[in-house]
Nanobody
């Protein structure tokens, strides 16, 4: 059974940084496109970033470009999301997800396996 577990969330002040991790168990991560999504209270889940199975291609939502960096370490079966210059509007539950599509977009429907999420709160 495919399992994804997120970690690294927490409370941070505006302008601060966090690094989220997405660890996989029960399957080999490097066969999948991995995406990060977030959901703020009262809002729909939105795509943040994704990385191709070989790590050669990445995609970011306009709202996080230049501030967030996605990477993967297939040897550790883990994907990371480095988040810098955090803003209050980055607050939400962050989910990682796996897609078996050869090419995936930052759409919820492109991803079939999801983690439970980790809370990120940006506040002074």
């Amino acid at each position: 059974q495919l399992q994804l577990v997120e970690s690294g969330g927490g409370l941070v002040q505006p302008g601060g940084s966090l690094r989220l991790s997405c660890a996989a168990s029960g399957f080999t991560l490097h066969y999948y496109v991995i995406g990060w999504f977030r959901q703020a209270p009262g809002k729909e889940r939105e795509g943040v970033s994704l990385i191709s199975s070989d790590g050669g291609s990445t995609n970011y939502a306009d709202s996080v470009k230049g501030r967030f960096t996605i990477s993967r370490d297939n040897a550790k079966n883990t994907v990371y999301l480095q988040m810098n210059s955090l803003k209050p509007e980055d607050t939400g539950i962050y989910y990682c997800a796996a897609s078996s599509l050869l090419v995936a977009a930052l759409w919820v429907t492109d991803f079939g396996s999801w983690g439970q999420g980790t809370q990120v709160t940006v506040s002074s």
